[in-house]
């Protein structure tokens, strides 16, 4: 029987954290289950950081970004003589499951650990960047996508005064889910993603020329990650062959993590916390839970890292056509 479980969060922050750690907590107290918070991720079970959760503890909180278990990084996590020294510890704390909120990073480190030393793990997909393959939602990826379009209405009508062509830097090293949807949202006339090359810098002012014949102001959402970057050479380039034109980015930054979770992330980071717990306390293998379709489901935590999440493409193309004429 599970006794008591260990709850950290990983990587990046993302809004709706705490809604899901507050969710976790309850849910677990109602079926007599202890949790552990375990501070600054997996730096945190190796430095033994816990703390006591108590329902009480996690009560106004909801509506609050960032973490306030903390989060961090740890290469150390990534040699097993660590992964071993966090297992004692779990193992001294009477820790006897494991949920981990992140992204496909933190959910690496959950399943490695979850195999070598046999505890089982629930990873709770928390990431901003929405790319964790088995799941259509990830927590805080709505928020962002709010952010990134009330901030882009407002550079939207200084572009539209002043007839400005605007890079728009938004989060996504490797992964183009936050960018496609904030273009779509943001009726943005081009969108750069890590996951469509474009072929050279020629021929992205080709591009940008067509689309400026009609329109003298234009919005390009353009993920970090994308092949021809960085976007501040990108933007000299296209200003030098389009000299008639006024050129400018902006790069969004932090401020797309942060915030008081939306409606959406509050209602799934508790519903996701909830059932991590119905889940765990089967002492089943290790899985990660998701939202498919509206609805909440399990797989295999080591599929899920061991396999990429596709972009929407029928989004992606249904942007380009509605968002241009
Ligand atoms: P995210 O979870 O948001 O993708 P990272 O990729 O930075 O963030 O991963 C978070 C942490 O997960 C890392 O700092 C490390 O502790 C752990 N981690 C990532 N990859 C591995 C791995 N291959 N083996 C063990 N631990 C890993």
Redesign the pocket.
Known sequence: MIKRIGILT???DAPGMNACIRSVVRAAYKKNIYVTGIEY??KGLLNSNFINLSPESVGNMLHKGGTILKTN???E??QKKYRKIAYNNLIKENIDGLIVL?????F??AS?LSKEFKIPVIGIPS?IDNDIYGSDYSIGFNTAVQTIMDSVDKIRDTASSHETIFFIEVMGRNSGHLAIHAGNVTGAELIMIPEIKIKNLDFLVNKIRKINIKKKSIIIIYAEGCNLGPIDKITEYVQKRMKNSNVRFSILGHIQRGGSPCEKDRINSSLLGYYSVNEIIKKGKSKMIGIINGKVTFLDLEKSIKTKKEINKNLFKITEIINNY
């Open positions: 990983s990587g990046g991720g997996f990084r740890c290469e996590f990534k992140g992204g496909d990073g933190s690496k480190g490695i990431t």
